[in-house]
C-alpha cells in the first residue's frame, strides 16, 4: 500500500465544464475526508465518509459539489459547472476508526480559466 | 466560532538557529491538537497529535508542546531540508472527525 492516491494530478477547465476527481485511500482506513485548499491557505474541510455513508458536508459547499464513496472503497468529487473561484487544491485524506492523525493523498490542482 | 491561529506567518532561519512557531485556538471542547508539515504542490504529511495540556511530542528537530489555548512548535538546529509550511489543526468533540486548520508558518532554513 502507497498512501492516499489521488487522481488526476493537475486538472485546467473552461468555465463552466464539469470535473471529476478521484481518491484511493489507504484500503484499511474506513474514513475518508475531502478538503480544499486555496495558495497560502491551510486546508479546508469539505466533506467526511465512514465507510460508504456521507457523514458530514461544509455549509460552504455548494449544490454544484457532490462526493460519492460507492462500495466504501475509492471516493470521487464532482464539481458541475465551474467557475474561476473553484480553482484550488483538492485534498482527500484517509483514517481508521481508532483516531490519530490523517493521512493525506498529494492532491488534485483544478485551474478554472 | 472555533478559531486557530498560527504565527508568524512566515520564518526565515539560518541553519542552526533554533526557534518556534505558535498555533493559538479558541474552540471548545479540544480532542486533539495535529501538526502537518507541508512541502511546495503535496499534501500535508503527519507529524504529532497531542490530546492533553502538558503533551509533549518529539521527532527528530522537532518538539511540539500543548498548552490550554496554545501549542508550540520548536525547531532545534534546523538544517535546510526542514524548509517547509507548518500547518496545525484542532479536532473538537462537537465537530465530530473534520479537522479546522490555522493559516500554516511558511518556513524556509537557510544554509
Known amino acids: 500500500d502507497t498512501g492516499v492516491s489521488q487522481n488526476p494530478r493537475h486538472k485546467i477547465t473552461k468555465r463552466g465544464q464539469n470535473v471529476t476527481f478521484r481518491c484511493d485511500p489507504i484500503?484499511?482506513?474506513?474514513?475518508l475526508y475531502w478538503y480544499r485548499q486555496t495558495l497560502g491557505q491551510g486546508p479546508e474541510f469539505l466533506t467526511y465518509?465512514?465507510?460508504?455513508?456521507?457523514?458530514?458536508k461544509s455549509r460552504l459547499l455548494s449544490d454544484r459539489f457532490s462526493a460519492e464513496r460507492p462500495k466504501g472503497s475509492f471516493s470521487t468529487l464532482e464539481i458541475q459547472r465551474t467557475e474561476q473561484g473553484d480553482s484550488a487544491m483538492y485534498l482527500c485524506?484517509?483514517?481508521?476508526?481508532?483516531?490519530?492523525?490523517?493521512?493525506f493523498g498529494s492532491g488534485t490542482r483544478l485551474t478554472v480559466v | 466560532e472555533d478559531q486557530v491561529t498560527q504565527s508568524p506567518e512566515a520564518l526565515r532561519l539560518q541553519e542552526g538557529e533554533s526557534s518556534s512557531l505558535n498555533c493559538s485556538y479558541t474552540?471548545?471542547?479540544?480532542?486533539?491538537l495535529f501538526w502537518y508539515r507541508q512541502d511546495p504542490g503535496k499534501g500535508p504529511e503527519f507529524l504529532f497529535t497531542?490530546?492533553?495540556a502538558g503533551e509533549e511530542k518529539e521527532k527528530e528537530r522537532l518538539k511540539a508542546t500543548l498548552t490550554k489555548k496554545e501549542s508550540f512548535l520548536h525547531i532545534t538546529a534546523p538544517k535546510p531540508e526542514d524548509s517547509a509550511t507548518y500547518l496545525c489543526?484542532?479536532?473538537?468533540?462537537?465537530?465530530?472527525?473534520?479537522?479546522?486548520f490555522g493559516g500554516g508558518t511558511r518556513v524556509l532554513v537557510k544554509p
Open positions: 489543526a484542532v479536532q473538537i468533540r462537537a465537530a465530530g472527525n473534520k479537522l479546522t
Open positions: 497531542l490530546y492533553s
Open positions: 484500503s484499511e482506513h474506513n474514513r
Open positions: 474552540v471548545s471542547g479540544l480532542r486533539g
Open positions: 485524506a484517509s483514517s481508521s476508526t481508532g483516531g490519530g492523525g490523517y493521512t
Open positions: 465518509f465512514q465507510n460508504e455513508a456521507q457523514l458530514e
